[in-house]
């Protein structure tokens, strides 16, 4: 981690999703040079549920991020499971680690203004930067800067290739994962993958105070049609729509065979009345985008570049949330560069950048094993028949299905049920 004269940045974050602008927010808000490059011009629209847990909330509070409604954020105060012929409302945890409430915003407008909070701390933000590769040390093969070339908003060229330096770069240039590609960190396909789709509808429900999730999609009426794999959810937006979309999931990173526009037809045919998604109320298209899950790209630092977000696949197997664990990385890999840079020698920088992987292993490792194997059982659409009609009665039950969906529980302490999850998280291996 050699400092050049010619430099750039103290630190180059290639996209400007939720993990690269939280990291640059943390960097620059600790006095280093930041350079955020952004392929697209914001405001700009990522395919996504648009609904935050509690954990992502409170990545957002440690941000310093306003969360207030006059900013567009509308609060959810729990999670509505809808299967197995049972509808249960059932309020989030009350967590000391976590607040009560969750969040929704289109990432139409909450990327706009996670990229603007990281440059109102100091971050330089280049939008229409189209990253093209890594820039290698020819001696050592690390990673000392990108090569970029400006774009139009059509993402054509619009201008010449240029070079920008600096002695760490962070890949959050998510599923497309071009960084990582480019060093041979290829995808691991014994993890989870995850499909999803979604559109937005005008609704009178636009401002319900539940998120809530289908467990069962039916292509026709329930338990007399076929049951279809994968799972639904309705987040109210509070602008008058709300984000419609369901996805599915895979042991394994290979390719499915679901015609997932197809699916979300069907579902939308026996959807809900009262939330009046017909073709008329319907805003914008069916698009969709895959979820990759359980750290599925390793190192997560290796020669100078450091993976967060979806460029690492840090979504949950769990429930497919992917913006706090991308933020979550963005902080600790941005607490890794800033204690490198106070390091008085290049051995002891990279010490203190290899803490990086180390402290997300420790954190997440376990837990996303346990969702590996959660994966496994419910990628039947006939096991999760069977687990929602017997199991959502159960209150204990219920209480699990609950700190999983939402990905919140206390690692240390709390009840019965955190304890259970935390000591299985320890238990597995964070392979």
């Not at 994962?177 to 993958?193: F, N, Q, S, W, Y």
Request: aromatic share 8%; hydrophobic share 40%.
């Amino acid at each position: 981690m050699v400092q050049v004269g010619s430099d750039d940045a103290d630190v180059i974050v290639v996209g400007a999703g939720p993990a690269g602008s939280t990291a640059a927010y943390y960097c620059a808000s600790a006095g280093l040079t930041v350079l955020l490059l952004e392929k697209a011009a914001f405001p700009r629209d990522k395919i996504c549920g648009d609904g935050l847990t509690p954990r992502a909330t409170r990545e957002m509070v440690a941000m310093g991020l306003p969360i207030r409604a006059e900013d567009g954020w509308i609060r959810n105060q729990g999670l509505r499971v809808v299967g197995g012929g049972h509808r249960l409302e059932l309020p989030w945890p009350e967590l000391s680690s976590y607040p009560s409430y969750g969040l929704a915003k289109t990432r139409m407008t909450l990327d706009h203004a996670l990229a603007d909070h990281a440059r109102a701390a100091g971050a330089k933000l280049l939008e229409r930067t189209n990253v093209t590769g890594p820039l290698l040390d020819e001696r050592t093969g690390r990673v000392v800067g990108v090569t970029a070339r400006p774009v139009d908003d059509a993402g054509r060229r619009a201008g010449d290739e240029r070079t920008y330096r600096a002695p760490v770069v962070i890949a959050a240039d998510g599923v497309s994962a071009r960084l990582p590609l480019a060093l041979g960190l290829e995808k691991r396909m014994d993890r989870p993958m995850g499909v999803a789709v979604r559109t937005y509808f005008r609704t009178p429900r636009h401002d319900d105070s539940m998120m809530e999730s289908h467990l069962e999609l039916w292509d026709g009426e329930p338990h007399r049609s076929n049951l279809m794999p994968g799972y639904g959810w309705i987040f109210a937006l509070g602008d008058g729509t709300a984000n419609v979309g369901l996805g599915s999931v895979s042991s394994t990173a290979a390719a499915t065979r679901v015609d997932y526009k197809d699916l979300f037809a069907k579902w939308m045919k026996n959807a809900p009345a009262e939330w009046e998604f017909t073709p008329e109320n319907q805003v914008g298209p069916v698009r969709g985008a895959a979820l990759p899950m359980g750290f599925n790209r390793a190192p997560l630092y290796t020669r100078g570049l450091m993976l967060v977000g979806d460029s690492g696949g840090m979504v949950s197997p769990f429930n497919g949330e992917g913006i706090a664990y991308a933020m979550q990385a963005g902080r600790v890999a941005a607490d890794a560069i800033v204690q490198a840079q106070a390091r008085p020698t290049d051995a002891a920088r990279e010490r203190a950048l290899e803490t990086y992987p180390r402290i997300m292993r420790d954190d997440l490792g376990g837990y996303y094993t346990l969702g590996r194997y959660f994966v496994k059982l419910i990628e039947h659409p006939q096991v999760m028949r069977l687990c929602t009609r017997y199991g959502l009665p159960r209150p204990l039950l219920m209480r699990f299905t609950l700190k999983l969906l939402s990905d919140c529980y206390e690692p240390r302490g709390g009840d019965m049920v955190d304890r259970v999850i935390s000591g299985l998280s320890r238990l597995a291996p964070a392979a």
